[in-house]
């Protein structure tokens, strides 16, 4: 009931309103009195004039109560309109803030003084999975999880204690625990008002589950960049001693046809010869833990990252060779791998991405399918041509994925695998990586009957040739006697070069740039220079500019020897110069065709 307070009567408007009708009574008795009364007797005269008075006093009254009376309706009306307009206001307002607090992306949770919920929003319907009715008027502790069910009535009773809410200020990492008694990590933020005189508590609570996973995924992101940069590091250094492994295991190989030669000369009954043929059964064995090595190598680094973002024609099979090494430990136990890899035109990817999407896929068909059975199972990896796009598809013939799973799998986070197991972010990567190349993931699954996956990749255009390691065995004369000089930090490579090289050319070996070029600046000539990229005092980078700047015809004759260019400066600078590359480990027929081809290039100049 509002409280009625009047303004004060208006007495000004009052008091000039009462004289005029004063002044107007007594003109209008002055005219009736000269009209009709002016001869009179005196008793009649001094009748009307009291008369007169009495009905001048008495219209006054009424005028006055009159003007007082509708004065204080209207204020009754004005009073009554601001009391209806307030009450709209506050209802307004009541719903505005229940509008926000609905939509609230927090859920927000209201306890009375016994820690009893007194109001539970949509979201906080959501996120535990109970209905409004269900829990209004029960403990707060419902919504936790064992360890800190104590919590809501510790918050009570320190705030009868004390006055203040405990940890009121600073936002408190707890467990949740929803209706069908899954727990989930949230983050409560507290604070108290009263209302009628009690308190009442209010917990805003945040769904920490995305951030949690989220900072699981940075923190391994974390250690596979540094694991993938390792493994850069590491495959460089491999690199190296496999170069001259390599070569030397090939001249040895060399060297035993010549002794294999005289041998065959002098008969096959000499005891030479079986010892001779199981010496190079040792070397072929040799040979192929070598290539075992460098393939190890290799897929570390396809897979390491360590490269970054490198755009260029590959072949997807290469990708898929490297992510089905990576992946046979998760398949081995599951299923059969059946390859059906056909003939592709290339497609302009950075291999070791394009590794990962595969990666994901081949893992995903793996663990698609229950461990132990793995004669029953099978996955299947094909390439093929589909209407002008490279098609690559893993088909498994595991659970399938369930139809009101299917819109969710590409989200990121979405994940039907135990805690730890999965992410949730594999295909949501690999889709951004495949759409990134301009294709796309297709997908057909049936459940308990299997699922697969096609990735659609634009071929690349103008039938663009897939870039192999520098001109295997180029169309160009053999010219012999050449003047070749190698500059590489490792004395074994350089060794391994000339024993390659020095057959056919003079090979001058420098094991620092600085010293090439003071040689060079002293006036030797050279046809062509084998130059490593990384090395300690100065590098191939450098040593490219400062030839260039002083020799630039031999600058376009440098051959670069790298066993993987792991630093962004050493990348950047191979993708710009045209210059021909060999990787280490090279095989010296390689070389050998490196060097003819720089040979026949620039023979005029
Ligand atoms: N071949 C498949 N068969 C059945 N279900 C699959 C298959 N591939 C993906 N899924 C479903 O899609 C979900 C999402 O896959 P995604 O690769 O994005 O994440 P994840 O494998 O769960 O975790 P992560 O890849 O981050 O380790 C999986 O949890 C699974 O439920
Ligand atoms: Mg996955």
Redesign the pocket.
């Known amino acids: 009931m509002p409280t009625r307070r009047y303004r004060k009567v208006p007495w000004l408007p009052l008091v000039a309103g009462g004289a005029t009708l004063i002044l107007a009574l007594s003109a209008a008795w002055l005219v009736i009195e000269r009209l009709f009364f002016l001869h009179s007797d005196h008793e009649l005269v001094r009748r009307l004039t009291v008369l007169h008075g009495v009905v001048s006093g008495a219209a006054l009254l009424a005028w006055g109560a009159l003007f007082v009376l509708r004065d204080r309706r209207r204020q009754e009306a004005n009073l009554e309109a601001i009391v209806a307009e307030r009450t709209r206001q506050l209802a307004a307002q009541e719903r505005r803030f229940e509008d926000v607090v609905e939509s609230a992306c927090e859920a927000v949770v209201l306890g009375d003084g016994q820690a009893r919920i007194t109001y539970f929003n949509r979201t906080a319907e959501r996120m535990f999975g109970w209905s409004r009715d269900d829990v209004l008027g029960r403990h707060a502790s419902l919504l936790m999880a064992e360890a800190h069910r104590g919590r809501a009535d510790r918050i009570v009773t320190h705030y009868a204690e004390t006055g203040e809410v405990l940890d009121g200020a600073t936002p408190v990492d707890l467990e949740g625990v929803r209706k069908d008694g899954t727990t989930f990590p949230i983050q409560v933020t507290r604070s108290v008002f009263t209302r009628d005189g009690a308190p009442e508590f209010m917990g805003v609570i945040r769904d920490m589950t995305a951030h949690r996973q989220l900072a699981t995924r940075m923190r391994e992101m974390d250690r596979m960049i540094a694991v993938g940069t390792l493994a850069a590091g590491v495959g460089h250094e491999i690199n190296n001693p496999l170069a001259y492994i390599v070569a030397n295991l090939d001249f040895v190989d060399g060297e035993f046809d010549t002794v294999a030669a005289v041998l065959a000369a002098r008969g096959p009954a000499d005891p030479l010869v079986p010892r001779i043929a199981q010496a190079r059964q040792a070397l072929a064995d040799l040979g192929q833990g070598v290539d075992r090595v460098r393939a190890v190598v290799r897929d570390l680094r396809t897979l390491s990252q360590a490269d970054g973002e490198r755009r260029e024609p590959i072949r997807v099979e290469r990708a898929l060779e490297a992510a089905l090494h990576m992946a046979s430990v998760e398949i081995r136990h599951r299923a059969r791998l059946v390859q059906e890899l056909g003939a592709t035109p290339p497609v302009v990817a950075d291999e070791s991405r394009l590794g990962q999407v595969f990666l994901?896929l081949l893992?995903?068909?793996a663990?698609?399918i229950p461990e132990g059975r793995a004669d029953a199972n099978e996955i299947r990896v094909r390439t093929f041509v589909d209407g002008g796009r490279v098609a690559v598809e893993v088909t498994?013939s595991?659970?399938?994925?369930a139809p009101e799973?299917r819109a969710r799998?590409?989200d990121p986070f979405?994940?039907?695998?135990p805690v730890g197991?999965?992410?949730?972010?594999?295909?949501?990567i690999s889709r951004g990586i495949v759409h990134g190349l301009g294709g796309e993931i297709q997908l057909d699954?049936q459940v308990g009957r299997g699922?697969t996956?096609r990735v659609l990749l634009p071929a690349a255009t103008g039938g663009a040739a897939v870039e192999a390691a520098p001109a295997p065995a180029p169309p160009a004369p053999v010219r012999r006697g050449a003047r070749i000089l190698v500059v590489d930090d490792d004395a074994l490579v350089c060794a391994a070069l000339r024993r390659i090289l020095g057959a056919d050319h003079d090979v001058d070996v420098c094991l620092c740039a600085r010293q090439a070029l003071s040689r060079l600046a002293n006036g030797a000539f050279y046809d062509v220079v084998l130059c490593d990229v990384m090395m300690p005092v100065m590098s191939g980078k450098d040593f490219h500019a400062e030839v260039a700047h002083a020799f630039p015809a031999l600058a376009r004759r440098m051959v670069f020897v790298t066993g993987g260019a792991f630093t962004p400066e050493a990348r950047g600078f191979l993708d710009a110069i045209p210059n021909r590359r060999l990787d280490k480990p090279f095989d010296p027929d390689t070389v050998r065709a490196a060097v003819e081809a720089t040979l026949a290039q620039h023979a005029a100049s």
Request: proline share 0%; hydrophobic share 40%.
């Open positions: 994901n893992v995903n068909a663990h698609a498994d595991g659970a399938g994925i799973h799998i590409f979405f994940t039907t695998k197991q999965g992410t949730g972010l594999g295909l949501a699954s699922t996956f």
